[in-house]
């Protein structure tokens, strides 16, 4: 307390400067309208910056739960407006449902690449359900455990894949080379077909597994050989099987119908 | 009048009067003509400090009172007098507060160059505090310059015949 008062005292003229300035800026600032809007302005801005700075930070560090609930709510709307309009009619298209579920582990450098996820029998997954994201088609699950499953994936030189050219609704089959994991190609499209680099690549929606009109790649290289009516055709995807992330796994409601009414015709 | 504290009132009251009856009411190329800071310039060297800033707190209230300028006028006459020595010690060169009492002791005997470069400082610096308050804004800061050149000559012109005139004996 005396260091206190000692203190006063040897300051005591530049605390009464201090205190006589701060009067006089107080007085500036609440009396004169224009310095006070001002100012008002000045500190406004600097103190909503913080906040934004503030949120920004708080939201990075929200961005997985916020992650989740996208990857729920997108599931949600698949589920619930998965239809189209043919021909004057409805068609009701809910034949289709889907899980989200994360990627444990997937890989890219063989040439049978296999994929992991985080949902298994549990949740209602089964062998021959599709994965896939809204950029194209991932694999076909192969095992299930019962929280865990794995499928292969189409960077796997076993399978190959219906597709159909979006232009002009020539169909054709995807398969692995095993060389690039951003390149596919594509046979059976008939010399016919007027394709282009560029032309987009769907699925195909004929088998049991897939729905119709996932995007999958672009076409970037295609030739005509000698002797033959199929093109070559080389397909650059749209998804980044390097950086997999959030899948869905796709499942046909009506699977059994459509095999036994296949197997009737065998 | 000998005693200072005399000499300071009458000063306080002449000052502040004839700066709101008169200067106040006529404009020279659009600017007023601050001769107030007057008081300031005179103000007795080895006065209490603290005391000083309060009679000048209360000579700024005052004058800003008058000229529907709250708080500017005192902010800026604060800062003058926070400055005012280093000022004459820039201005007369070496000093010792303590030993002398009347500002008019230096300015006797120093040349004009001095005396003006003295005046010069002080009412720019003080203009330039008070246009900058008074403008506020960074973006103008042409405008603030032109006016605190104009306003300080006009007032050092001013200042400087008065000072002559009544200041003489008594600074």
Redesign the interface.
Known sequence: MRNFVDFIIKN??SI??LI??S??????????Y??AS?FNLFSSSIVNSINEIQTEMFEYFDLIKLNQKLVIENSFLKNNYDYYYENDSIIFNKNYSYTPSKVISNSIKFSKNFITINKGRYHNIEIEDGIITNQGVIGIINNVSDRFATGISILNSQIKINVVLKKSEHFGSLYWNGKNHQIMELEDIPKSANIAIGDTIISGGMSSIFPRNIPIGVICNFKLPESTNYYEVSVKLFEDFGSLRNVYVVKNDFKEEFNDLKKMNE | MNNINQLLFFRFIMLSLSQVMIFNNFLIFENTVNIYLIFVLVFPLNFN??LA??IT?IF?FVI?FFSN????I??SL??SI?IKPSVIKFAFGHFDVNKVRKTSEYISGTSLYQQLSYLFLMFFTHQLILNT?EI??LQNFDMILNKTLISSIISIIFSYFLLLIFFRKNA
Request: proline share 0%; hydrophobic share 55%; no cysteine.
């Open positions: 005591i003229n009464i400067f006589l300035i009067i006089s800026i107080t007085q500036i600032f609440s009396r004169n224009f310095q001002k | 400090k603290s800033y309060i707190f700024g800003d300028s709250f708080g500017i005192t902010f604060l800062i926070l308050v506020f804004s």
